[in-house]
């Protein structure tokens, strides 16, 4: 039976520069929906586990330019969800069903058209938190990142930022399969210290590191192949210091300018002539862009096969409780977060 009330979590106020706060959102109690609100071809959701993604940040913003639309000022949050159908008026859908959104809402409970979900895939020895963690879509942009548009070779070297973070742990793993010296960089030892466990050669915290080119350089010394960048800003500058002929830098993500405060406060990067003498090639690309390309079966059959093997792991960093959504966003810009960063419901 569904409880009278359910927690919803909505964007109370657009964030369009700086860091969002707690009260950019409100955490409400909600009527839950009932069976006789549905309208034929809709389901109701109960969420399991909810996905907390760096992309949210822009989502806060109320931008109508980004390649993802806003949130919403006054409507729940959305992400990419597992969770499992309490009631159906779907013929395709029925009580029990396993389902994947990707724009799943923040609610404890919600009602949907039957086409913005799916199936989760019948896998076997897959928890229903594997879909929001080693097979989620941050696995896949390591996957395509590294695997695919990386064009890795076996003994060079790829540097990889915020190692230890839901892309990044799935990088270094990827990398060390295809034969690279992984070279791993996190912010704080203990996340360090699990990048190395992951099997990588060498890794630092940039926190304390120092000058970041020289500690590249001292990781590095026979100079960077490959640099997988989730951070932007003065690392991806330090990276570009060492790179080496024909240098592949694939933009993932720009995790350290997300939240200036203006266009002055973004960093310039200086060493963009590297890219010039170096011949190297900088790509930044959009996962959803991959979906439907056949790398995303080979991405499911290799990470699946090699998750049952018990050859990767993947770390979760799990919140309890919608109601701490928010906080799960603020922490993923504080570094709080130590591995993929999930809300059980
Ligand atoms: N291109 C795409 O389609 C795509 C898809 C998914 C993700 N991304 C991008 O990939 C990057 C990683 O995402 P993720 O989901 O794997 O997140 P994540 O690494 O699991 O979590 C974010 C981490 O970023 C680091 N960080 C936060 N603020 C930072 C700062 N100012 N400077 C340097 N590092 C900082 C923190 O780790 P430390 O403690 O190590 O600092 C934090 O734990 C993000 O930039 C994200 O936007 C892109």
């Given at each position: 039976m569904s409880p009278s009330t359910i927690t919803r979590v909505a964007l109370?106020?657009?964030?369009?520069?700086?860091?969002?706060?707690?009260?950019?959102?409100?955490?409400?109690?909600?009527?839950?929906?009932?069976?006789?609100?549905?309208?034929?071809?809709?389901?109701?959701?109960?969420?399991?586990?909810?996905?907390?993604?760096?992309?949210?940040?822009?989502?806060?913003?109320?931008?109508t330019d980004s390649y993802v639309a806003s949130y919403v000022k006054g409507q729940p949050?959305?992400?990419?969800?597992?969770?499992?159908?309490?009631?159906?008026?779907?013929?395709?859908?029925?009580?029990?069903?396993?389902?994947?959104?990707?724009?799943?809402?923040?609610?404890?409970?919600?009602i949907t058209d039957a086409s913005a979900i799916s199936k989760a895939p019948v896998q076997q020895r897959v928890d229903p938190k594997d879909y929001v963690g080693v097979l989620s879509m941050p696995s896949f942009t390591a996957y395509v990142g590294a695997a695919v548009l990386a064009k890795p070779k076996a003994g060079e070297t790829i540097l990889v930022s915020s190692a230890s973070g839901a892309v990044g742990q799935m990088v270094v793993q990827l990398a060390k399969a295809r034969g690279l010296r992984v070279v791993g960089v996190a912010g704080s030892d203990e996340k360090v210290e699990y990048v190395k466990s992951l099997g990588a050669d060498a890794a630092f915290n940039y926190k304390t590191c120092g000058d970041f080119t020289k500690a590249i350089r001292g990781a590095a010394p026979e100079g960077i192949d490959i640099y997988f960048d989730n951070v932007g800003g003065?690392?991806?500058?330090?990276?570009?210091?060492?790179?080496?002929?024909?240098?592949?830098?694939i933009i993932c993500g720009a995790i350290s300018q997300y939240n200036a405060s203006s266009p002055d406060e973004l960093y310039g990067v200086k060493n963009l002539t590297k890219v010039?003498?170096?011949?190297?090639?900088?790509?930044?690309?959009?996962?959803?862009?991959?979906?439907?390309?056949?790398?995303?079966?080979?991405?499911?059959?290799?990470?699946?096969?090699?998750?049952?093997e018990g050859k990767i792991k993947y770390r979760l960093s799990e919140t309890q409780g919608l109601e701490n959504g928010p906080q799960a966003i603020l922490d993923l810009f504080a570094g709080k977060n130590f591995g993929k960063s999930i809300i059980k419901a």
């Open positions: 109370s106020s657009y964030v369009p520069a700086g860091n969002a706060k707690l009260s950019d959102f409100a955490v409400e109690q909600v009527p839950a929906p009932t069976k006789d609100q549905l309208k034929e071809g809709q389901v109701i959701v109960k969420p399991l586990y909810f996905s907390v993604d760096p992309y949210q940040r822009g989502r806060l913003s109320g931008a949050i959305t992400n990419f969800l597992v969770g499992a159908i309490a009631e159906s008026s779907s013929k395709d859908f029925k009580q029990g069903d396993l389902v994947l959104a990707s724009n799943g809402s923040w609610e404890t409970e919600y003065e690392f991806l500058d330090a990276a570009l210091a060492n790179i080496n002929t024909h240098a592949r830098i010039l003498v170096k011949k190297a090639t900088i790509q930044g690309f959009i996962i959803t862009d991959y979906y439907s390309t056949p790398h995303f079966g080979e991405f499911t059959k290799e990470v699946s096969s090699l998750y049952h």
